[in-house]
């Protein structure tokens, strides 16, 4: 059974940045696409950005577009997103998904196994 953890997770001014981590285990971690997703309060959970299983393709949410970047490591078995410009509407709890196919998906249904979330908040 696949776990996942993230980290990183915290308060930060407007126009500062965050890294989070996501670190899986038991699961052979590089032959899967991984994503992050967040969730604002009162909101319905929305698609970050994602990598596929190699790292050669990425896809982001035109909202954090140019901002915010998504990398892993597969020898480490981590996925990491790092943030830069935050602005107070990047502010939710941010989720790390992994799904059982090698391309990547903007859907949460392709998504079979989450962390446990971090909260991020950027104030103005």
């Known amino acids: 059974q696949v776990q996942l953890v993230e980290s990183g997770g915290g308060l930060v001014q407007a126009g500062g940045s965050l890294r989070l981590s996501c670190a899986a285990s038991?699961?052979?971690?590089?032959?899967?696409?991984m994503a992050w997703f967040r969730q604002a309060p009162g909101k319905e959970r929305e698609f970050v950005a994602a990598q596929s299983w190699s790292g050669a393709t990425t896809g982001y949410a035109n909202s954090v577009k140019d901002r915010f970047t998504i990398s892993r490591d597969n020898a480490q078995n981590t996925v990491y997103l790092q943030m830069n410009s935050l602005k107070p509407e990047d502010t939710a709890v941010y989720y790390c998904?992994?799904?059982?196919?090698?391309?990547?998906?903007?859907?949460?249904?392709?998504?079979?196994?989450w962390g446990q979330g971090t909260q991020v908040t950027v104030s103005s």
């Open positions: 998904a992994i799904t059982h196919n090698s391309g990547w998906s903007k859907s949460i249904y392709e998504y079979d196994t």
């Open positions: 038991g699961r052979t971690f590089r032959s899967y696409a």
